[in-house]
Structures are given as structure tokens and as C-alpha cells.
């Protein structure tokens, strides 16, 4: 990946995060609103650290 496409992919999830936390604080349902404020922190550290490659939790 080249450093405009990860640049685009950060936008992409900051810009979802912003909309999550629209639909959290428009949610009259606290379940809901709790579900839209978890993806919000999801999106947001995307944003914020790109998407890495998960780590392999075996050893050998």
C-alpha cells in the first residue's frame, strides 16, 4: 500500500467516526447509542493509527 493509499483509508475511517458519533448522540435507544459510541472508538484509532496487519497470538 502506497502512502496515498493509506492516507484515503484514514479519511475514509475518520469520516466514520464522525458519523458514528452523529447516530450515537442521536440514538434514543442507550443500547444503541452504546453500540454507535464503540464503533466511534473503533473507527477513531483507525483513523488515527492506519490499519495494521493482526499479530499472530501462536508461538513456534
Request: net charge negative; hydrophobic share 30%.
Amino acid at each position: 500500500m502506497d502512502e496515498q493509499e493509506g492516507s484515503g483509508d484514514r479519511g475514509y475511517y475518520a469520516q466514520r467516526a464522525a458519523e458514528e458519533l452523529e447516530l450515537a448522540e442521536a440514538a434514543t435507544d442507550s443500547e444503541a447509542a452504546q453500540a454507535h459510541r464503540k464503533l466511534q472508538r473503533v473507527y477513531l484509532e483507525r483513523a488515527s493509527t492506519g490499519e495494521r496487519n493482526p499479530v499472530a497470538d501462536e508461538i513456534g
